[in-house]
């Protein structure tokens, strides 16, 4: 029975392929060293991967002895992750309600996921109420005020959020922001193959294109959750809201307070 559940897993996702291919390796590389650089590993009790897949950053982190909780929508790519590793620990839930209790993670992963959550705000607090004081947040985003992100604008594809709305964000949710790098400067597709993405890669490293983070396509960033910080609201009344009123509202609404 178990054979051939195993041999029921073999299809490899979308995002197992895009990672093989030469802009997912470049991708890749350019967010591990971003984590490596920012996150010191061996200090982490308990990492949550938000949007896991198949185990990306999972299975690194995991291989780093770190103690990893993987969460996604996607059943069938947290089986496969499991198949990968099975040290890491995979729950079906949404970036929006992750089941876990307040202040329990050292640090959450959230790469390549946020164009896929239009509710800004309530995954931020999320992340947050799990997160334990001084944790940290590592995310990633395509901008959609970048010419690249106007160009897919123009062709009918759109990247969910700006730069301004996710810095802005992040620092109103509670957070400070330490490291920020630009990268996929590119005019490859997600998937592509072209033999001059390694070349490209070299060329926005050297031209310093990865510091130009409002105008940059792809942006990764660091932050880390703020002791006793609560979101900025407008009004007095709103700022007598507690921290667990406002994530219930958030959950209900999908929206900062007005």
């Given at each position: 029975m178990k054979v051939a559940w195993k041999a029921d897993?073999?299809?490899?996702?979308?995002?197992?392929?895009?990672?093989k291919t030469r802009m997912g390796r470049y991708l890749?590389?350019?967010e591990v060293n971003f984590i490596l650089e920012t996150v010191n590993l061996k200090r982490l009790k308990l990492l949550l991967d938000v949007g896991a897949e198949a185990g990306r950053f999972s299975v690194f982190a995991s291989g780093k002895k770190v103690d990893v909780i993987g969460i996604d929508i996607d059943l069938?790519?947290?089986?496969?992750?499991?198949?990968k590793d099975r040290k890491v620990n995979v729950i079906q839930a949404d970036a929006q309600s992750i089941p876990l209790k307040d202040?329990?993670?050292d640090s959450v992963f959230m790469i390549?996921?946020?164009?896929?959550i239009p509710e800004l705000y309530s995954t931020l607090a999320e992340s947050r109420r799990i997160l334990r004081q001084e944790g940290s947040l590592v995310l990633s985003f395509g901008n959609n005020s970048s010419p690249k992100g106007k160009l897919k604008k123009l062709g009918g594809k759109s990247y969910a959020h700006s730069y301004q709305d996710v810095i802005?964000?992040?620092r109103?949710?509670?957070?400070?922001?330490?490291?920020k790098t630009g990268y996929n400067w590119l005019p490859f597709g997600r998937t592509s193959e072209n033999f001059l993405v390694p070349l490209m890669a070299r060329a926005e490293r050297f031209l310093g294109l990865r510091r130009v983070?409002?105008?940059?396509?792809w942006v990764i960033v660091h932050s880390v959750k703020l002791n006793q910080r609560r979101p900025t609201f407008h009004h007095k009344t709103d700022e007598q809201t507690t921290y667990n009123t406002w994530i219930a509202v958030h959950r209900k609404n999908n929206k900062i307070p007005q």
């Open positions: 897993m073999q299809r490899e996702t979308h995002w197992e392929y895009a990672a890749t590389q350019v069938y790519g947290l089986k496969r992750l499991k198949l202040e329990t993670v390549e996921v946020l164009d896929y802005g964000a992040l109103k949710s509670g957070f400070r922001i330490t490291k983070t409002r105008y940059s396509p």
